[in-house]
């Protein structure tokens, strides 16, 4: 491999539960562009970017996540949606899964959500 240089793409330590918070624009044009119905559902809320957004854009927002990290208050449950029988339904969700966990959890979440899932 001449002439070509390893590139690090992880400059900080993973985290465990693969916690990485997205930019707040991110959310705010999700719902500035998509229509979506019912109450917005996250269950890897984190610190609940995507609920604030979603209740900033009018609709009602419960959020999930193993740990309570939360910045604003949103009605929330502390859970591991592993642990959620396959049954479970929710009208809208939206969310920013682990990504290590990305391949089993999106199938899933799409089957969840009776209307849309982002």
Request: glycine share 8%; proline share 7%.
């Amino acid at each position: 491999m001449e002439g070509k240089v390893a590139i690090n793409a992880h400059l900080w330590a993973r985290d465990p539960d693969d916690w990485y918070v997205e930019p707040e624009w991110c959310s705010a044009a999700l719902f500035a562009r998509e229509v979506f119905e019912g109450t917005i559902v996250d269950p890897f809320c984190g610190m609940g970017r995507i609920l604030d957004a979603a209740t900033d854009a009018g609709y009602a927002g419960v959020g999930f996540d193993i740990r309570d990290r939360r910045g604003r208050p949103h009605l929330f449950q502390q859970t591991d949606f592993f642990d959620w029988p396959d049954r479970t339904r929710f009208r809208s969700i939206v969310t920013n899964p682990p990504y290590a966990g990305a391949l089993e959890i999106v199938p899933r979440l799409v089957a969840m959500a009776e209307h849309k899932a982002a």
